[in-house]
Each structure stands twice: as structure tokens, then as C-alpha cells.
């Protein structure tokens, strides 16, 4: 009889004691079992490294790395390395999936013959718990991985995150997450898809993702790394550009609203942040500028996002923005 294959589900794990057996549970109770599960405890402070240990004496599939703190993409790369399946997926240590998850993605997987696919997830409020379908495909779908590039750039019922989907080992062959940048997966994932010859959008949110207070996504404030998604951009616009011109437009959209979205943060600081990323401001705005043609003509601004635009092209939007949005 022919065995099915193993998929390796790498979680990077750092101070997440209060969570983290939420997410190893529902990752243990998947219907689909032959798995290998990769607790990659990245330097935690509390009990978690201990946690992980104890699941491991507990089951055989489960195996533990310790290894110094090195941040989001260093731990997932440190699974990737450790990574012995032939499929691959990632569920982050605070969220949790739901039991038949794998199995219906890789049976998905099997069904069209593809390298990736791609579910939706539901958002979980930390506070209230108050949960609600995320980004989600509208239907079972089969495309291209080009096709499935674009529909990410433009968070088509779909978006970069690593963990709500299943990708064909040998697609990382030459790509590991950039370590030491936030929004790691953005200059990942699409590659990732423009290496697979197909890929499948899933209609069903199999991914909780828990909107806790603290989290790096959630993090308050402006510092260097709030540029780091833009840095991301520049270099994917360039790249697409270059290499996949039919998907160009949604490049730019990306690339459009990273600028727009600088240009928000910086105009709502204190007048002190402002100052200290003035430069950058400046270059965002002259930026922006330059794609004034595709903000008139682009299909997927809206009228607000449109107008939003042209008032920080013209340094009005700090003035006038109580006329289109709430201070």
C-alpha cells in the first residue's frame, strides 16, 4: 500500500506560553496524520521551550529546535532546513486550524495536480474573541501561478501570508524568508507561486488567525521597520516588471499602496516622528508622484483611495484629510 506523504508544519515559537498548546492541540487533532510538526523555539524567555518539550515526549512526530532568538523568518528558515516532507506549511504559535485542514488541502493538491494551495482564514479578535471570515477565495478555483502572483498583489480574496496555505516542498528549493524585515512574507510567497505551474484557491477558512495586542503585525509606533514593507515593494515592482509584464499592473497597485500607506502613518504622527522621517516622507510623496497616470487609471483604487492619493501628492491631505477620513 502506498504510503500518503509526510507534510512537514513548521511553527516558530517564541514567549507564546499562554497560546501555544491552543495551536499544537489543533495541529496534533488534524485528520490527516502523517505529519511531521517542527517547534522551533526561537530563544523564548518563558516556559515555551518547555512546553514544546513536553509535547514531544508525547508524541513522536512532534520534534523540538532550541535555537537563539532570531526573529520570525530565522525560525521558519531553521524548520525549512530541518524540513523532511513533501509538502510544507506553516501555522504561527498564537493561531490555531481547523481538524480537516491538511486533509482537504492536499487532497486539493492531488485533484489538479498543483504546487500550492492557497485557503482562506477567519480573524479572531484577542480581546473580544468576536471571530469573522478573513480573506477568503470566493470559490474552489485552479490557476496559474502567475494568476495567483497577481491576485495576491491586489489582496484579491487573497494575500501573502505564509500560513494559510500548502506548498510543494521543492519550492523552496533557493528561497528562505529575508531575516531581520517584518512583512517577511511579502517578498516570499509570490515567488513562491510564480514557481508553481498551478495552484489552488480553497474556499473554506481553515486558518484562525488571533489579533492579539503586542503581536508584530499589531505593533504600535514608527520605527525603521515601518519601512520595510515599502523596501519590499520597490524591489517586487522591479522584479515583476522585468520578468512577468502581464501581472505588472498589480505590481504597481502593491507598490502604490505601500507608498500611500507611509504617507498615512507619517501624516497622522506626532509632529516629532514627522521630523525624524521627514526624508522619507519626501521620497515616498516624490514617489508616489511619479504614478500619478495609474492612480487616475487603475481599476482597483476606489474614489476615496484616489482621491487620498492625489491630496498626499500635493502635501493638501494633511490640511484637508478631516473632509475624507476621521482624524
Not at 202 to 223: E, Q, V
Request: with cysteine; charged share 25%; hydrophobic share 35%.
Amino acid at each position: 500500500m502506498k504510503q500518503s506523504p509526510q507534510i512537514s508544519v513548521i511553527v516558530p515559537v517564541y514567549n507564546v506560553a499562554v497560546w501555544l498548546s491552543r495551536c499544537v492541540d489543533s495541529i496534533l487533532a488534524q485528520t490527516y496524520e502523517n505529519l511531521e510538526i517542527l517547534l522551533v523555539d526561537d530563544g523564548s524567555a518563558d516556559d515555551s521551550g518547555r512546553i514544546c518539550e513536553e509535547y514531544a515526549k508525547n508524541d513522536p512526530r512532534i520534534r523540538v529546535i532550541h535555537k537563539e532568538n532570531g526573529g520570525l523568518s530565522s525560525a521558519r528558515n531553521a524548520g525549512l532546513d530541518m524540513a523532511t516532507g513533501e509538502y510544507i506549511g506553516f501555522v504561527d504559535s498564537d493561531d490555531w486550524i481547523e481538524p480537516e485542514m491538511y486533509a482537504e488541502m492536499l487532497a486539493l493538491m492531488e485533484k489538479y495536480d498543483a504546487q500550492l494551495v492557497c485557503a482562506g482564514r477567519c480573524d479572531v479578535d484577542g480581546g473580544t474573541g468576536e471571530k469573522a471570515v478573513g480573506l477568503c477565495p470566493e470559490r474552489e478555483e485552479c490557476v496559474s501561478g502567475e494568476e495567483l502572483a497577481g491576485r495576491i498583489f491586489l489582496w484579491d480574496h487573497c494575500d501573502s501570508s505564509a500560513c494559510d496555505k500548502l506548498y510543494r516542498r521543492e519550492l523552496f528549493d533557493g528561497i528562505r524568508y529575508p531575516e531581520g524585515k517584518t512583512c517577511e512574507d511579502i517578498p516570499v510567497t509570490y515567488r513562491l507561486a510564480l514557481k508553481a505551474r498551478r495552484a489552488v484557491l480553497c474556499d473554506r477558512p481553515f486558518y484562525n488567525y488571533f489579533h492579539r495586542s503586542g503581536s508584530i503585525s499589531k505593533g504600535a509606533g514608527i520605527t525603521e521597520k515601518t519601512f520595510h514593507y515599502s523596501q519590499h515593494t520597490a524591489v517586487i515592482l522591479e522584479d515583476i516588471r522585468r520578468n512577468h509584464p502581464k501581472i505588472a499592473p498589480q505590481a504597481e497597485y502593491l507598490r502604490v499602496h505601500s507608498l500611500y500607506h507611509i504617507l498615512l502613518r507619517l501624516d497622522h504622527a506626532a509632529p516629532d516622528i514627522r521630523r525624524t522621517y521627514r526624508l522619507q516622507y519626501r521620497d515616498a510623496r516624490r514617489e508616489l508622484a511619479g504614478h500619478w497616470k495609474f492612480i487616475l487609471t487603475c481599476p482597483w483604487l476606489t474614489v476615496r483611495q484616489r482621491v487620498t492619493d492625489i491630496l498626499l501628492i500635493a502635501n493638501l491631505y494633511h490640511i484637508l484629510r478631516p473632509l475624507f477620513h476621521r482624524a
